[in-house]
């Protein structure tokens, strides 16, 4: 038996997120094999086969999968698949985007951002927007499941020296073509692999605001998130939304500022280590979830939060 | 060019729902059941295109029980021409809900398809991906932007850390992110229109479709409750306790 991952990169560096998704193929248990599927992306080979664990690294290196598009990496996928039990994949967008095309190729059932395995064919998943969680047995002969990277301890980065076998690709499948990107520049740890996050909801009252976190952010080292609410009155980007429909985050400290605290808020962040709350609403549900509460005028509270770091 | 668009009946977005006693699932008894939230964004970008002279004809279908036909009805309030229920009590999988609208999609022969990200119960987002694969279509999934040009679709994707345009060859499949756009409500006087509209049934062995699942759900339970910790009076203790009692800064 052995377990196929697919890398997360962007051709340069390989994402945290593939560490963590070797960690869950270990939980299987198997031979872990990494597919990295790239254009000029030897370096993140490198990084692949340092990974403690992983028994062999094997790169498709050309220009249709740059930009790792469904249509091209899918068929890639779907024909190395045949020889392992598992194909895993971070649930990234990238992965939540290839490899339900994968499961299709390969006429069989996905599991989508498995939180545990309980054994080689039985997993753990949040349904109703982790509301509940599923213990989900599959028959498929290839199981094909995307793993939630922040429900895994990341595997180690070094120690690992697999061998990298080069492959050949399957090319252009001719339907899709790469336009452009637009990706938030920031110094800022990424969202979802922070340590510390800091979000605003709809208390900040403008994106002007939101400034006072950054300020923050930056003394702690954290990412800054939003609600949903916050978006929503744009004052921040969709992509910085933590909540049911945006990311999901489990941090070692959650900062909440201003945010009440709804439902779909808390099944993004409910998952963090430390949480405290910040909000002027002694209420405000996201209290109950918190593990300190502080009842106070973010704009006084913040600021000073700042000055005594 | 023909839209099709998939529409699934979900619990209402606003229910928290409950886990039964039994672990068999989650208690969907007397809830309030909806149309799944990306899948009214399905519908209403269906009916922008339509409303610029793009689409000629919106297509509405669903897999599920008969009482799916209150959220046809819905997608025939919103636009959609005539829907399409294909009537099954059983709880399909992805891949076997990807197979009935492959089905759909050879019959049918539009140039567009356009369902929601995801399903906001089982949370799988899979069924778009699957059905273009089946169909070989190309996908744009987690549209927040969607443009037709010619033979071409633009489609501008939420990725993590920003936005990803493509273009696609048409017959595309499209899945929805909450960005795409806000959906309209239906009027009284579309409502009692849509009454009038076609809505055909047909079964899933009428398709010669096999919905049976590798999947098999042993257990569903309540995630793990978080308990409320202290309020603390100042910033100062706030400070104190995160050094020295969590620890994390």
């Known amino acids: ?309 | 060019m023909k839209v099709l668009v998939a529409v699934k009946r979900v619990v209402d977005y606003n229910v928290k729902v409950r886990v039964k006693a039994d672990h068999s699932g989650v208690d969907l008894a007397n809830v309030k059941m909806s149309m799944n939230p990306f899948c009214e964004i399905a519908v209403e970008e269906a009916v922008r295109l339509k409303e610029k002279g793009i689409a000629s004809e919106i297509v509405a279908v669903s897999v599920g029980p008969a009482q799916a036909q209150e959220q046809l009805r819905t997608a025939l309030a919103l636009g959609a021409d005539r829907a399409i229920l294909i009537e099954t009590d059983e709880e399909l999988g992805s891949l076997a809900v990807a197979k009935l609208l492959k089905a759909v999609v050879d019959q049918e022969q539009p140039q567009l398809v356009i369902t929601g990200k995801q399903a906001i119960d089982s949370d799988n987002n899979q069924t778009g991906q699957m059905l273009a694969a089946l169909t070989g279509y190309a996908q744009g999934t987690f549209a927040s932007k969607v443009e037709v040009a010619g033979d071409k679709l633009k489609v501008v994707r939420e990725i993590d850390g920003g936005l990803q345009t493509l273009e696609l060859a048409l017959p595309a499949i499209v899945t929805t992110d909450l960005r795409l756009n806000e959906p309209r409500y239906a009027s009284l006087p579309n409502i009692m229109k849509a009454k009038k509209k076609p809505l055909e049934t047909v079964k899933p062995a009428d398709l010669g479709v096999s919905v049976a699942s590798t999947l098999k759900v042993l257990k569903v339970e309540a995630p793990a409750e978080r308990q409320a910790g202290i309020k603390v009076g100042s910033v100062a203790e706030l400070v104190e306790k995160l050094k020295n009692e969590a620890k994390v800064i």
């Open chain 1, 1 to 309: 038996m052995a377990i196929l991952v697919i890398a997360e990169h962007d051709n340069a560096v390989l994402a945290a997120a593939t560490l963590n998704t070797v960690a869950a193929a270990q939980r299987i248990g198997g031979d872990i094999h990494v597919l990295v599927a790239g254009a000029g992306c030897a370096a993140v080979a490198e990084a692949a086969a340092k990974i403690a664990g992983v028994a062999k690294v094997l790169v498709a290196d050309e220009a249709a999968y740059a930009h790792r598009l469904a249509e091209n990496v899918a068929p890639l996928i779907a024909k190395l698949a045949s020889g392992y039990s598992h194909v895993l994949a971070p649930a990234s967008t990238n992965g939540k985007n290839y490899l339900p095309r994968v499961a299709a190729l390969l006429d069989v059932d996905q599991l989508s951002e498995i939180v545990a395995v309980e054994s080689a064919d039985t997993f753990k998943r949040p349904i109703y927007a982790g509301n509940a969680i599923a213990t989900v047995q599959s028959s498929a002969p290839i199981k094909v499941i995307t793993v939630r990277a922040t429900a895994f301890d990341a595997a180690a980065g070094e120690g690992g020296s697999a061998s990298i076998e080069a492959l050949a690709g399957a090319g252009e499948a001719g339907k899709s073509r790469f336009v452009g990107e637009e990706l938030a520049k920031s110094d800022r740890p990424e969202l979802t692999s922070a340590k510390v996050v800091i979000s605003g909801g709809r208390g900040l009252q403008s994106g002007e605001n939101f400034q006072l976190l950054y300020a923050l952010a930056d003394k702690l080292g954290a990412a800054v998130g939003a609600s949903r609410a916050a978006v929503d009155a744009g004052f921040a980007p969709n992509d910085m939304q933590v909540g049911q429909t945006g990311k999901i985050v489990a941090p070692d400290l959650y900062i909440a500022v201003g945010i009440s605290g709804a439902i779909q808020h808390l099944a993004g962040m409910k998952d963090s280590k430390v949480i405290v709350a910040i909000n002027k609403d002694a209420e405000a549900p996201i209290f109950q979830v918190a593990d300190y509460g502080l009842v106070a005028d973010l704009f006084e509270a913040v600021p000073e939060l700042e000055k005594q770091l």
